[in-house]
């Protein structure tokens, strides 16, 4: 699970012309690539271009891709667990202009521990995928780029008792690759 991906186009690359001088033969086409991590987006354009388009979710501020376990997409269930530490940037506690939440004690000189302004927060979540639209709407495609089913979700830390979190949901497969933030270099010459 993403919190958010830029579908990258590596250009294609070309060799010299064997058969003719001053001529290039196409020696890779162009293809989409998956880049998690932001600076390497520029890596793969020059300066100026248009270099990718970020897909993102609101729902999730990990910012690490979090692996689920179970099925494969579209199949059986998934499930796992993001944990945000109660000093992280991201957590919802934490807030940089205000003293009671900065996690630093009253001269601003030392982290203080976890409980006194800000706790850490687990989320455990579960996909469990079924054969037909929970919203009845039935797309081309149901299936193979798009599935849903039922969501279901505990988080820790933010009250006193979990809080539970279920309802439907649906997911639209955006790209086949497989592997996450390659550069230029890992691909072959």
């Given at each position: 699970?993403?919190?958010?991906?830029?579908?990258?186009?590596?250009p294609?690359?070309?060799l010299?012309?064997?058969?003719g001088?001053g001529?290039?033969?196409?020696?890779?086409a162009?293809?989409?690539?998956?880049?998690?991590?932001?600076?390497?987006?520029?890596?793969?354009?020059?300066?100026?271009?248009?270099?990718?388009?970020?897909?993102?979710?609101?729902?999730?501020?990990?910012?690490?891709?979090?692996a689920l376990?179970?099925?494969?997409f579209?199949t059986?269930?998934?499930?796992?667990?993001?944990?945000?530490?109660?000093?992280?940037?991201r957590?919802?506690?934490?807030?940089?202009f205000?003293?009671?939440?900065?996690?630093?004690?009253e001269?601003?000189?030392?982290?203080?521990?976890?409980?006194?302004?800000?706790?850490?927060?687990?989320?455990?979540?579960s996909?469990?995928?079924?054969?037909t639209d929970?919203?009845?709407?039935?797309?081309?495609?149901?299936?193979?780029?798009?599935?849903?089913?039922?969501?279901?979700?505990?988080?820790s830390g933010?009250h006193r008792r979990?809080?539970?979190?279920?309802?439907?949901?649906?997911?639209?497969?955006?790209?086949?690759?497989?592997?996450?933030?390659q550069?230029?270099?890992?691909?072959?010459?």
């Amino acid at each position: 699970m993403l919190q958010q991906v830029y579908l990258v186009r590596k250009p294609a690359t070309y060799l010299p012309d064997p058969d003719g001088p001053g001529g290039r033969v196409q020696d890779e086409a162009a293809r989409v690539v998956l880049v998690t991590d932001q600076s390497l987006v520029r890596t793969f354009t020059g300066a100026g271009e248009i270099s990718g388009r970020r897909i993102s979710s609101t729902a999730f501020g990990f910012t690490q891709p979090l692996a689920l376990e179970g099925g494969a997409f579209g199949t059986g269930s998934l499930s796992g667990a993001a944990v945000t530490d109660y000093n992280h940037a991201r957590n919802p506690f934490k807030h940089v202009f205000h003293p009671d939440h900065d996690n630093r004690d009253e001269r601003f000189e030392q982290v203080v521990a976890e409980g006194r302004e800000s706790f850490t927060v687990s989320r455990n979540l579960s996909l469990q995928f079924s054969s037909t639209d929970p919203l009845s709407m039935n797309p081309p495609g149901w299936g193979e780029t798009e599935v849903g089913g039922q969501y279901s979700e505990t988080i820790s830390g933010l009250h006193r008792r979990s809080v539970q979190i279920s309802g439907r949901f649906r997911l639209v497969r955006v790209s086949k690759v497989a592997a996450l933030n390659q550069r230029p270099s890992d691909f072959a010459p």
